[in-house]
């Protein structure tokens, strides 16, 4: 059966397109009687609104663009669950892109996205170096475009985040009050911010605590699993090895486990793992992992919150919000039992 419009429905009542319209939409000068009929009708020829020419009146589609590097990723799948809840709340939807971690293919979402005419753009931006001139282009489309986790900096309406550096110097002094003083890192790219000021972040505490900083001890990749596993093999080469090694995400983290194992290893007797992630996950491997615990969820809610904020024409907002973020204790490095922390 193909799909019906207002129109037949208006043919076979013998009443104007508009009466159903406003039949379908509620309105109060439309009697209850015609309304039933009209709902009646259109349930029994299994009407389907046409959701564009809805948004032709308000001029808006009612509709959000979202792209992310890595559906797979539990991080960014809890992230657009926020961002869905929040927009299901206002009566928007959410249309899902995923970069792949590639810059073309985050290029030709985001001319799909504005040629769908979305209302919207939240985006987490790929590994690769990004495609600044698309962005321009949703710049002066006038279309709000909100950055979250990642973000090209100057290139968008506001960014949702954490502090990258300070949580990463938080969980690097953590490591250090626990004991350990051979700390290696597996870096995200340093074509992204947040891979840049985690690297930032771990220097800044090996610095003030007087610790050397060995080049051979770091490791740049991308923010997979597979990175993890080939910044492992980069960093365990040397003579001397690092005790721990702090990683740039889960992902990450889960590789080096990958790899830890496969060359006989044990987490944490022959080296420590603490990353960046998130409680739900850091329960998942074995042993359990130390993090620096970053809400996703949290955080795909606010950027949402914040977009409709921007669509809604609202004043005196913040655009660029920061959510907390804590170390959660886990099983994968040694913790001193008069050290004084809780594991979580």
């Not at 600044?132 to 949702?160: M, N, T």
């Not at 090996?206 to 060995?214: E, S």
């Not at 944490?268 to 739900?280: K, N, R």
Request: with cysteine; aromatic share 8%; glycine share 10%.
């Amino acid at each position: 059966m193909p799909i019906i419009n207002q129109s037949e429905i208006a043919r076979k009542l013998k009443v104007s397109r508009a009466t159903v319209s406003k039949a379908l939409k509620g309105d109060s000068d439309i009697s209850d009687d015609m309304k039933q009929r009209v709902h009646d009708l259109a349930e029994k020829l299994n009407y389907i609104p046409h959701y564009h020419a809805r948004g032709l009146h308000s001029r808006k589609s009612m509709t959000i663009g979202v792209v992310v590097p890595d559906i797979s990723n539990s991080f960014f799948s809890y992230a657009v669950d926020g961002i869905m809840d929040a927009a299901d709340r206002s009566g928007y939807h959410v249309i899902l892109a995923v970069s792949r971690e590639k810059s073309e293919i985050e290029r030709k979402n985001i001319l799909n996205l504005l040629s769908m005419r979305v209302d919207g753009l939240l985006i987490a931006v790929s590994k690769e170096t990004p495609d600044a001139a698309i962005y321009h282009k949703v710049k002066i489309s006038d279309v709000p475009l909100i950055f979250f986790d990642r973000i090209l900096e100057e290139q968008g309406s506001g960014f949702v985040g954490i502090d990258d550096r300070g949580a990463a110097k938080k969980l690097v002094d953590f490591v250090i009050r626990c004991g350990y003083r051979k700390i290696g890192h597996l870096a995200g790219s340093s074509h992204v911010r947040i891979g840049r000021d985690r690297l930032e972040g771990y220097l800044d505490s090996l610095k003030d605590h007087g610790l050397p900083i060995r080049k051979e001890w770091i490791a740049e990749g991308g923010f997979e699993r597979k990175d993890g596993i080939a910044g492992f093999g980069k960093v365990w080469t040397g003579r001397e090895k690092p005790e721990v090694l702090f990683a740039a995400n889960d992902q990450i983290a889960l590789g080096a486990y990958d790899a830890i194992r496969e060359r006989g290893l044990k987490i944490p007797e022959d080296v420590g793992i603490v990353a960046f992630g998130h409680h739900d996950f850091a329960q998942i491997p074995s042993p359990s992992m130390t993090i620096i615990n970053v809400d996703p969820y949290l955080l795909g809610l606010e950027a949402m919150e914040m977009m409709l904020k921007f669509i809604r024409g609202e004043k005196g907002f913040k655009t660029t919000v920061r959510i907390d973020s804590e170390i959660e204790i886990g099983e994968s490095i040694r913790v001193p039992e008069n050290g004084g922390f809780r594991r979580i």
